[in-house]
């Protein structure tokens, strides 16, 4: 009888345990076969074209009191090699713990950019668009930060979410000085400026309406020696949307200054130049029937080599997504690019002359867990 009366607190016990936090293990697998049509053409099975593969842990522990405390681990897996996502780092998409409760949310660690958040999350950045072939800090560069400080504001009108953001160290940087969302951020030595980040964003969603601004100033984004001065960016991206029922339309327009790996000329002289670069666009997606939906999206980019206000691209996207289930898809995605004389934009850093046109093709499968 002692022994039952034991087991019976033990497992009271543990039930109250799991009963005030959890843990989910979850991920994604994505492979495509996929055709790209540059200076010299690739067949291949790809990863990550409509979603990254990924494998994550998140978790919350109900504190008491109100406040509770989360967690997120998360990287990336290319389904086509089974090999990591990032070289440099194993989480690379998400490393973060943090507090929770009536004054908002504080979260210390490598998570979503301010920017980045509506980039990927909103407006679906992914290997197939815009933010990405155009190198922007917002869809690619600071995608996500390292040593970030995010508050997010508690909901005050219903619908409306803000967040404030700090980073000691943002990201890495390349021996150019051009920004390497790749490498790890880490403190200069010097207490110097390199690699501090400050963003913002506020996004509000109510029906069919949604509308957002993000913002991020970066105080230096170099550590080449041989460069003199603050090299500072900053980029401000803004969106609306409406869904009509028989479509949702999303227009957006970001606005940076020009990164060194956006400019042919030296970091130098881009600093003295201090050229904008810029890109507009509308996606249109329409719920052809309640398994299949259509995106298509078109949009320009102005001054994409940060050296000539005519040196721009347009770029076309065309998405279809079939839901055979609540948890697998399959897809099949179109992007073509349109190079002016000076421009080189292109899909997955395939080789292409600048003036020439792009394309690539991708027909896949994307399984949650």
Avoid: C
């Amino acid at each position: 009888m002692k022994k039952t009366l034991l087991a019976i607190a033990a497992l009271a016990a543990t039930s109250g345990a799991f009963a005030q936090s959890s843990l989910t293990i979850y991920g994604v697998l994505d492979a495509s076969l996929e055709r790209i049509d540059a200076d010299k053409g690739i067949t291949r099975v790809s990863s990550d074209n409509l979603s990254t593969s990924r494998l994550g842990f998140k978790g919350t522990e109900d504190i008491g009191g109100g406040l509770k405390a989360g967690f997120m681990l998360e990287t990336a897996v290319k389904a086509d090699t089974g090999a990591q996502g990032n070289t440099a780092r194993f989480w690379d998409r998400a490393a973060w713990v943090g507090l929770s409760g009536s004054f908002g949310e504080l979260r210390l660690g490598r998570q979503d950019s301010s920017i980045g958040d509506i980039a990927g999350n909103v407006l679906s950045a992914q290997a197939y668009d815009d933010f990405k072939f155009t190198g922007s800090r917002a869809g690619d560069k600071y995608r996500r930060v390292d040593n970030a400080i995010t508050y997010i504001l508690p909901t005050f009108v219903p619908g409306l979410a803000a967040q404030v953001q700090y980073s000691t160290a943002a990201v890495g940087f390349k021996s150019t000085g051009a920004v390497d969302s790749s490498t790890a951020g880490s403190e200069s030595a010097d207490n110097t400026d390199a690699g501090k980040y400050v963003g913002l964003s506020v996004k509000y969603a109510a029906g069919p309406f949604l509308a957002g601004l993000g913002y991020l100033y970066s105080a230096d984004e170099n550590q080449a020696a041989a460069l003199t001065g603050k090299q500072k960016g900053n980029a401000t991206l803004v969106y609306a949307g409406y869904d009509f029922g028989v479509a949702k339309v999303i227009g957006y327009y970001d606005n940076e200054t020009a990164l060194a790996s956006q400019t042919a000329t030296s970091v130098a002289g881009l600093a003295a130049a201090d050229k904008r670069f810029s890109l507009y666009g509308v996606k249109v997606a329409v719920p052809v029937t309640a398994e299949f939906t259509l995106t298509a999206g078109l949009s320009q980019a102005k001054n994409v080599n940060g050296t000539d206000d005519s040196d721009g691209a347009t770029l076309f996207s065309l998405k279809g997504v079939y839901a055979l289930s609540k948890r697998t898809s399959v897809y099949g995605m179109l992007s073509y690019i349109n190079n002016d004389d000076k421009a080189g934009l292109t899909i997955d850093k395939q080789t292409i002359t600048a003036g020439d046109s792009v394309s690539g093709v991708a027909f896949g499968i994307r399984h949650t867990f």
